[in-house]
């Protein structure tokens, strides 16, 4: 699902919003998630999941083109953790497609 689609169920699903504040809404969350991880802050979305940074020490690569050693410098990346409950619907609906007969 990419941000215009979820843009458009969410106009979809509530007929009240327009589709430019469905699209507001989007960019005002994802901002907001966005800023609240380069704070270092962690999100937690109870029976979703958490964002969080981890930290990526420095290491020393290779150029696969030569063959040289490069330094990478370390690196802060964001992280997601999936909550039980979105596993189990992930797992339930995935094997429920999978075992569902063809027509």
Known sequence: MTRSDLVEELAARFSQLTHRDAEYAVKTILDAMSDALVRGHRIEIRGFGSFSIN???????????????????????????????????????TEEMLTAKPK
Request: proline share 15%.
């Open 55 to 93: 930290r990526r020490p420095p290491r020393m690569g290779r150029n696969p083109r030569s063959g040289e050693s490069v330094a990478i410098p370390e690196k802060r990346v964001p992280h997601f953790k999936p909550g039980k409950a979105l596993r189990e619907a992930v797992d339930t609906r």
